[in-house]
Nanobody
Framework: QVQLVESGGGLVQAGGSLRLSCAAS????????MGWYRQAPGKERELVAA???????NYADSVKGRFTISRDSAKNTLYLQMNALKPEDTAVYYC?????????????WGQGTLVTVSS
């Protein structure tokens, strides 16, 4: 199975930058896509950015032009570079992996890392 561990969260001033990392371990060969989600207090979890094994990416409209998702296959690590951060970006950020193994689908989540952006 796959395990995900996020890191890189913290407190940053508005306009600053952070780089989140998600280290994947286990049966990483079965991962078909990975993404970053976030959940702010009182709000539902939302997709921030995602990338497939072929390199196709997509972003939430609210982060386009500011965030960049990337994947290092050799290190089995997913990254989210966040620039020009806004207080509205404050949330717990979760790493997600979609896995296919013997025609069975499994969705894996990390435990999250908190990003707090001050005004």
């Amino acid at each position: 199975q796959v395990q995900l561990v996020e890191s890189g969260g913290g407190l940053v001033q508005a306009g600053g930058s952070l780089r989140l990392s998600c280290a994947a371990s286990g049966d990483t060969a079965y991962i078909s896509a990975m993404g970053w989600y976030r959940q702010a207090p009182g709000k539902e979890r939302e997709l921030v950015a995602a990338v497939t094994t072929t390199g196709s990416t997509n972003y939430a409209d609210s982060v386009k032009g500011r965030f960049t998702i990337s994947r290092d296959s050799a290190k089995n690590t997913l990254y989210l570079q966040m620039n020009a951060l806004k207080p509205e970006d404050t949330a717990v950020y979760y790493c997600n992996a979609e896995c296919w193994k013997w025609d069975r689908y499994l969705e894996v989540w990390g435990q999250g890392t908190l990003v707090t952006v001050s005004s």
